[in-house]
């Protein structure tokens, strides 16, 4: 009777009579079990209410006015499916059997464009999801191999996955270091997402680079193992280190020990110095990276960074500066004892030059500077020490001059025209000056101050390292004294020329319309932005498409600008 009782729950529940199985899962056995035909079919009857047939009356009526009911539905289950969709019960049901391959009504969704993008969005958050996995891979051999590569979430299937890796590789081909930036993070989450595959995307990154000894795959897996120490993955890093990449273990060991600390201990730089002095040394790659880089950099040119630093740690660390940067691996020792030799003396006369320099003009180091800023090393050894002077020291309080441009300024437009690979550190140091609470000026002196900061910014700008710039001063205008912006803005227009990036054009409209009210009063300044409004509505001025919201703003800074015709002086 319990069994009856089970099944006769089923026969009432609404439009049951509609279900596709309902004579074998209930009607049946009902009757098996001992309950009476009649019974059933009075239950089937009274528990009928005809959701279907109301809906297609309505839908019908709909459609005469106009209405997409399909659409509507599509909407309706896409949004219930984001809401609802349950990874773990969907792999239960549907990969935990015999055949999964059987799954033949997949065909139709693989084929229809809107559920393909639905299956892609799925895919996106639930990526560990081996229906959606299986999903994708009938989706790339139903020829949508395009559309699976342009995914940036790795797949466990490695089909998939070289789809999805391959197109990212050739993203980043021929960028910029601009455009680099900016799809890196794509690549680093197709390859970092999982443990393997990040294994393999480093060993293909490696044979990449044996194969085309390209630097620029060096840094693709020195980005890889940033992304995934900053998610956790030490041991992972220095695991596939060892195992895959033939890192010594005592290497690894060190490494990792002063990643931890944060400064070079003596036992761990003895351990590295050894190793690379050795005859049967292993490769460059494993300390050419910018982390342990920086912090050697650190440790000899920031004052006090290691307290009491022996005088034989300091040769280490400058015969390990000079190796990791300097060496070349397709020539020998012999062949290069010159270049390491200049460079291992720059870096030591730095050293020594900066320990001992005095006044506003760094008095008996300025020569050594100048030297040391010829060698890429050396020069961002001193861009760590400008940072330093300039953000923890006295030195604008003592020797600043609102007539005169600091000398580290301009040390810092040096760096910048004589490394461009350095620029976004020049870029960092000075956001970090700029930023800077100085506490001892007078208003005027600070505001003298921080415009020559400005200046230093103008100067990456006129280097072409203009769009992170931009957007430096997009995301800082509401803080800043307005006359700032206008003078940045300003000189930047004077400097920029027809046809205009998109980007560009964005980034100096989003600047300026937040503070509009107050900008559109500065003497001067209407003018400049008249030409500049003029000229990015001629044909062809502007290298894409502008958005209608790009369009909105512009109304909107065009609208501000009329009303006024006073200035402020």
């Given at each position: 009777?319990?069994?009856?009782?089970?099944?006769?729950?089923?026969?009432?529940?609404?439009?049951?009579?509609?279900?596709?199985?309902?004579?074998?899962?209930?009607?049946?056995?009902?009757?098996?079990?001992?309950?009476?035909?009649?019974?059933?079919?009075?239950?089937?009857?009274?528990?009928?209410?005809?959701?279907?047939?109301?809906?297609?009356?309505?839908?019908?009526?709909?459609?005469?006015?106009?209405?997409?009911?399909?659409?509507?539905?599509?909407?309706?289950?896409?949004?219930?499916?984001?809401?609802?969709?349950?990874?773990?019960?969907?792999?239960?049901?549907?990969?935990?059997?015999?055949?999964?391959?059987?799954?033949?009504?997949?065909?139709?969704?693989?084929?229809?464009?809107?559920?393909?993008?639905?299956?892609?969005?799925?895919?996106?958050?639930?990526?560990?999801?081996?229906?959606?996995?299986?999903?994708?891979?009938?989706?790339?051999?139903?020829?949508?191999?395009?559309?699976?590569?342009?995914?940036?979430?790795?797949?466990?299937?490695?089909?998939?996955?070289?789809?999805?890796?391959?197109?990212?590789?050739?993203?980043?081909?021929?960028?910029?270091?601009?455009?680099?930036?900016?799809?890196?993070?794509?690549?680093?989450?197709?390859?970092?997402?999982?443990?393997?595959?990040?294994?393999?995307?480093?060993?293909?990154?490696?044979?990449?680079?044996?194969?085309?000894?390209?630097?620029?795959?060096?840094?693709?897996?020195?980005?890889?193992?940033?992304?995934?120490?900053?998610?956790?993955?030490?041991?992972?890093?220095?695991?596939?280190?060892?195992?895959?990449?033939?890192?010594?273990?005592?290497?690894?060991?060190?490494?990792?020990?002063?990643?931890?600390?944060?400064?070079?201990?003596?036992?761990?730089?003895?351990?590295?110095?050894?190793?690379?002095?050795?005859?049967?040394?292993?490769?460059?790659?494993?300390?050419?990276?910018?982390?342990?880089?920086?912090?050697?950099?650190?440790?000899?040119?920031?004052?006090?960074?290691?307290?009491?630093?022996?005088?034989?740690?300091?040769?280490?660390?400058?015969?390990?500066?000079?190796?990791?940067?300097?060496?070349?691996?397709?020539?020998?020792?012999?062949?290069?004892?010159?270049?390491?030799?200049?460079?291992?003396?720059?870096?030591?006369?730095?050293?020594?030059?900066?320990?001992?320099?005095?006044?506003?003009?760094?008095?008996?180091?300025?020569?050594?500077?100048?030297?040391?800023?010829?060698?890429?090393?050396?020069?961002?050894?001193?861009?760590?020490?400008?940072?330093?002077?300039?953000?923890?020291?006295?030195?604008?309080?003592?020797?600043?001059?609102?007539?005169?441009?600091?000398?580290?300024?301009?040390?810092?437009?040096?760096?910048?025209?004589?490394?461009?690979?350095?620029?976004?550190?020049?870029?960092?140091?000075?956001?970090?000056?700029?930023l800077h609470p100085y506490q001892n000026f007078a208003p005027e002196t600070l505001a003298a101050l921080q415009k020559q900061w400005i200046e230093r910014l103008v100067n990456l700008?006129?280097?072409?390292?203009?769009?992170?710039?931009?957007?430096?001063?997009?995301?800082?205008?509401?803080?800043?004294?307005?006359?700032?912006?206008?003078?940045?803005?300003?000189?930047?227009?004077?400097?920029?020329?027809?046809?205009?990036?998109?980007?560009?054009?964005?980034?100096?409209?989003?600047?300026?319309?937040?503070?509009?009210?107050?900008?559109?009063?500065?003497?001067?300044?209407?003018?400049?932005?008249?030409?500049?409004?003029?000229?990015?509505?001629?044909?062809?001025?502007?290298?894409?498409?502008?958005?209608?919201?790009?369009?909105?703003?512009?109304?909107?800074?065009?609208?501000?600008?009329?009303?006024?015709?006073?200035?402020?002086?």
């Open positions: 009777m319990e069994h009856s009782h089970t099944y006769a729950l089923k026969l009432t529940q609404k439009d049951a009579i509609l279900q596709p199985d309902i004579y074998t899962s209930a009607f049946e056995p009902f009757i098996s079990n001992g309950g009476a035909p009649m019974d059933a079919v009075s239950a089937l009857s009274e528990s009928y209410v005809g959701y279907p047939s109301m809906i297609k009356v309505t839908t019908n009526a709909a459609s005469t006015m106009g209405i997409d009911c399909e659409a509507i539905l599509r909407q309706t289950v896409k949004k219930m499916l984001m809401k609802k969709f349950d990874p773990n019960a969907i792999d239960q049901a549907l990969m935990h059997t015999e055949s999964p391959t059987s799954l033949d009504w997949l065909d139709g969704l693989v084929h229809d464009t809107e559920w393909r993008y639905m299956i892609y969005k799925l895919f996106d958050t639930y990526p560990r999801c081996e229906f959606l996995n299986f999903a994708i891979m009938r989706i790339a051999e139903g020829g949508y191999q395009h559309e699976v590569a342009k995914l940036r979430t790795a797949s466990s299937y490695i089909k998939v996955y070289n789809y999805i890796l391959n197109d990212a590789f050739g993203k980043l081909g021929g960028n910029d270091d601009i455009d680099f930036e900016e799809n890196l993070p794509k690549l680093v989450r197709v390859c970092s997402d999982q443990q393997h595959t990040y294994l393999y995307a480093q060993i293909l990154i490696q044979r990449l680079y044996k194969e085309f000894n390209d630097l620029s795959f060096l840094r693709l897996a020195k980005e890889l193992e940033k992304a995934a120490i900053a998610h956790g993955q030490h041991e992972l890093v220095y695991i596939i280190k060892s195992c895959a990449l033939g890192m010594p273990q005592n290497l690894a060991t060190a490494l990792k020990a002063i990643r931890a600390s944060g400064q070079p201990t003596p036992g761990d730089l003895m351990t590295i110095y050894n190793i690379y002095s050795s005859s049967n040394a292993p490769s460059i790659y494993f300390i050419r990276d910018y982390d342990f880089i920086e912090l050697m950099l650190r440790a000899l040119y920031v004052p006090d960074a290691v307290p009491n630093m022996k005088s034989d740690l300091v040769d280490k660390l400058i015969g390990l500066l000079t190796y990791a940067t300097a060496f070349d691996e397709s020539k020998t020792r012999d062949e290069q004892k010159d270049i390491l030799k200049r460079v291992g003396r720059t870096l030591r006369n730095l050293y020594k030059a900066l320990q001992n320099q005095a006044g506003a003009n760094f008095s008996g180091a300025i020569l050594d500077i100048m030297e040391g800023i010829q060698i890429p090393a050396a020069s961002m050894g001193i861009l760590l020490w400008i940072e330093y002077i300039s953000t923890r020291t006295q030195y604008y309080d003592t020797y600043y001059r609102t007539t005169e441009v600091p000398l580290p300024h301009l040390l810092l437009d040096e760096i910048a025209t004589a490394h461009p690979l350095q620029q976004p550190i020049v870029l960092e140091v000075i956001k970090k000056c700029f700008v006129e280097l072409n390292y203009a769009l992170p710039v931009l957007k430096f001063i997009r995301s800082v205008a509401r803080e800043i004294d307005y006359s700032l912006t206008v003078h940045f803005v300003t000189k930047v227009l004077e400097l920029a020329q027809m046809p205009f990036s998109i980007e560009f054009v964005e980034h100096i409209i989003d600047t300026l319309v937040p503070i509009a009210d107050t900008v559109v009063l500065v003497k001067g300044f209407e003018p400049i932005l008249d030409e500049f409004i003029v000229q990015i509505q001629e044909p062809d001025a502007v290298n894409g498409v502008m958005t209608d919201e790009l369009e909105e703003k512009l109304e909107i800074l065009v609208a501000k600008r009329k009303p006024h015709r006073k200035s402020l002086h």
